[in-house]
């Protein structure tokens, strides 16, 4: 069974920073685009970044300069650093991937569970 398992969240003060981490658990057979989003309470979920499988980044204006999303592929894993964090940061972030979980499979999206991250003093 093929599984996000996100890790990282929590309180921490304006200003702040967190650093989420999200592993793929299961055979995975490849994975290409993985994704953060987050959905603040009231709100839609909102795509936050985006990193391909060749490195290549995105992000959304609202976090842009004080985000970074990194991945490493041997350890079928995605990060989001999160600096100058600001109560409009607070909310569940949830990763999201493509993943292939057999070897003649195409590419499945997936999500995790979702951790909670809350800015506030």
């Known amino acids: 069974q093929v599984q996000l398992v996100e890790s990282g969240g929590g309180l921490v003060q304006p200003g702040g920073s967190l650093r989420l981490s999200c592993v793929a658990s299961?055979?995975?057979?490849?994975?290409?685009?993985m994704r953060w989003y987050r959905q603040a309470p009231g709100k839609q979920r909102e795509l936050c970044a985006t990193?391909?499988?060749?490195?290549?980044?995105d992000y959304a204006d609202s976090v842009k300069g004080r985000f970074t999303i990194s991945r490493d592929n041997i350890k079928k894993s995605v990060y989001l650093q999160m600096n100058s964090l600001t109560p409009e940061d607070t909310g569940v972030y949830y990763c999201n991937a493509d993943m292939r979980p057999g070897w003649n499979s195409g590419y499945n999206n997936y999500w995790g569970q979702g951790t909670q991250v809350t800015v506030s003093s």
């Open positions: 299961g055979t995975v057979f490849g994975i290409s685009g």
């Open positions: 990193i391909s499988s060749g490195g290549r980044t």
